[in-house]
């Protein structure tokens, strides 16, 4: 792309520019005595090589404040933290307006944000570096004691549950938070004693399973405390958005349903439920990803729109056909992720090394959803997209999209292996360590166990 | 081309110069003259290749009244490095492990190249970047600003460019919710 090489493109540059080669130094100097009409060149300009040393002290005379739109536009563009962006809008009127005027910067790089709200930022180069600070909670919503979390997250809203410090392990409140616009949406209490209404309950067979998935509304007691909550859409996308979410009920793992217009939790649990390794929507179904002694099974749920009766209509259940495995690694598959209406299934490989059982490598898998069993296909590049995979949540998305995100990479915040943070690299399967400087407290709860963190994506 | 004389280094020269020998001269606002190899305006500014195309390139100056000659003369002198840079090796690679697409990370000169400059000598050239429609010129100026104001708080940023705060009681309340972002801290 560029001309010229070394040498050559020397001489070319002298010969281009006779006036000024020949002269050397001279041209520079007469230059500032010099009329209307002088000839000049940079590259006799030997001073202006040398950095300026104290940019501190020079005095200001350009309107920075009426730097035109499309520059700061550009400028907006090169900040890729959400915070910088505020910082910058917060300046001056000019600038604010200028920001929120700019045609299509890309969007702020993804941040982690813990259960506690304090977030880390995703650098360009690959790092996670910060969580001083905490996502803003309009003052309502918040606890004295601390006790709202976040348990998950869709486009730019937080799913947000207060938690019960009292002797039952429930969840008290349950709301979605957007925290630029502070809109806030509560769900039905994912914890109630008594419902006036009658308690209305419905078994369905899991097709081509076995068992049956237990589907109960307005349940005349119910204590359940959210781990994960995942959204079908943006709540304010137009469609109707629902939201799943996985919980613990006295110790046993359930699935709860909500959509938007429902004064009640929908809560299914079965045998199948209880395996669960993953859920996620796609192609307008629910998928969960649950194994059982000797199989891997895909269940999907099929969700109808009527608010008024029981949201599942169907429960199907297939074998996952995993491809052998001849490695001598040992595989976990845990995670299932959307990209681009297909179902890819992530594969953790872990294996003994010099530095203990580490993340070897991973797999991930594309599902054929028409076969049953569920054929399972290898892929080794997501066409230039990434996956950002967290406890919370997993999304794929197009690094093209987001200044410094690399392509056919995988994202891990994990926990439960080292690297707990991890990239990996699927064209040459390379896993490296997810760089993540004072962070590393930050994922364990104060007394022990793992932080769960979600990947939220800021809008712009 | 035929190739009639000798090879090496001497027919090297002989190409270049002859490739080259096609400059174009540009007049700076308060009437300094310029000049800079037509191939590397062309390329790098789509102003500049569309007044070359159009024919409407004046021998004896072409007129740039917005950009003074200080700013002007920055920008032949990118136009300069640019034309001898080299693709390093480093970009290359980087592609690879964190693509930074659609912006390039400035390479080494272009960083000392803008890092040298003023204040005032950056805003100039970063205007006229913009009007020449020089893209990566306009984009590595863009990272030099941006990189004046990462981490820095309003008041710092304001100090850096000599910003006069003018907000009024009701747009600091306004704007409250997008501070909050950066100064929620534990």
């Known amino acids: ?460 | 081309m035929e190739v009639d004389k000798g090879k090496g280094e001497a027919e090297e020269t002989r190409k270049v110069a002859e490739a080259d020998r096609d400059t174009v001269t540009l007049k700076s606002s308060d009437g300094k003259l310029f000049e800079v190899s037509k191939e590397a305006a062309a390329r790098l500014s789509t102003v500049l290749a569309g007044m070359i195309a159009g024919g409407s390139i004046d021998d004896n100056g072409t007129d740039l009244k917005q950009i003074g000659s200080e700013a002007l003369e920055n920008v032949v002198d990118y136009c300069n490095k640019h034309a001898n840079s080299i693709p390093s090796a480093a970009l290359i690679s980087s592609s690879i492990s964190f693509n930074t697409a659609p912006f390039k990370e400035p390479e080494e000169w272009e960083r000392k190249f803008v890092d040298r400059l003023s204040h005032d000598a950056l805003f100039d050239l970063v205007e006229a970047a913009n009007f020449l429609g020089m893209e990566r010129l306009l984009d590595v100026t863009c990272h030099k600003i941006s990189e004046m104001m990462k981490g820095k708080s309003p008041d710092q940023i304001r100090e850096v460019f000599n910003i006069k705060n003018d907000y009024t009681k009701e747009e600091l309340e306004e704007i409250r919710q997008e501070l909050a972002w950066a100064f929620y801290d534990d």
């Not at chain 1, 590259?43 to 404040?65: F, G, L, M, N, V």
């Not at chain 1, 760089?435 to 994506?457: H, Q, S």
């Open chain 1, 1 to 460: 792309m560029d001309a010229g090489k070394g040498t050559s493109a020397e001489k070319n540059h002298h010969a281009s520019l006779p006036v000024c080669a020949r002269n050397g130094g001279k041209a520079s100097r007469s230059r500032a005595a010099a009329p209307a009409q002088t000839w000049c060149s940079t590259k006799c300009a030997s001073a202006s090589e040398t950095p300026k040393s104290d940019d501190a002290q020079e005095p200001q005379h350009r309107p920075w404040a009426d730097l035109p739109l499309d520059i700061l536009g550009v400028v907006v563009g090169r900040l890729a933290l959400v915070e910088d962006r505020a910082r910058l809008r917060s300046v001056c009127r000019p600038w604010r307006a200028a920001a929120s005027l700019h045609r299509h910067p890309p969007p702020p790089l993804p941040m982690l944000v813990m259960s506690d709200f304090s977030f880390a930022s995703f650098c360009a180069e690959g790092t996670l570096t910060g969580a001083h600070r905490r996502v803003p909670l309009p003052e309502r919503e918040t606890t004295s004691d601390g006790s709202v979390h976040c348990v998950g997250s869709s486009e730019g809203w937080l799913v947000c549950v207060e938690r019960n410090k009292g002797p039952y392990f429930c969840d008290l409140r349950c709301f979605l938070m957007n925290p630029f616009s502070l809109k806030i949406i509560h769900l039905p209490p994912p914890s109630v004693c008594a419902w006036h209404f009658g308690a209305y309950r419905r078994s369905l067979p899991v097709v081509n399973g076995s068992g049956v998935v237990n589907c109960t509304i307005n349940a005349a007691q119910c204590v359940m405390s959210f781990c994960k909550v995942v959204l079908s859409t943006s709540p304010d996308s137009g469609s109707k958005c629902i939201a799943v979410a996985i919980c613990i009920v006295k110790g046993s793992v359930k699935l709860a349903f909500w959509q938007s217009g429902m004064m009640t939790w929908c809560v299914c649990d079965g045998d199948c439920i209880t395996e669960f390794i993953d859920i996620v929507f796609c192609q307008r179904k629910l998928y969960m990803l649950s194994s059982s002694e000797f199989t891997t099974n895909l269940i999907a749920f099929d969700i109808c729109e009527d608010n008024k009766s029981l949201m599942i209509s169907r429960v199907e259940g297939s074998v996952v056909d995993l491809p052998v495995v001849t490695d001598i690694y040992y595989e976990t598959l845990s995670i299932v992720v959307e990209w681009r209406g297909k179902l890819l299934m992530v594969c953790k490989c872990s294996g003994d090394t010099e530095f203990g059982h580490m993340i070897v490598k991973f797999r991930v898998f594309e599902a054929d959803l028409s076969t049953n069993p569920v054929r399972c296909t290898e892929i080794k590049d997501l066409d230039g997209d990434c996956i950002f995979i967290s406890p919370c949540n997993s999304k794929s998305f197009r690094s093209s999209d987001y200044d410094g995100v690399g392509e056919d990479l995988v994202y891990l915040i994990d926990g439960e292996l080292r690297p707990e943070n991890s990239v990996y690299n699927m064209k040459d399967g390379t896993v490296a360590s997810l760089a993540a400087d004072e962070l590393d407290d930050k994922f364990w709860v104060p007394g022990g166990g793992l932080m769960n963190a979600t990947w939220f994506y800021p809008p712009e």
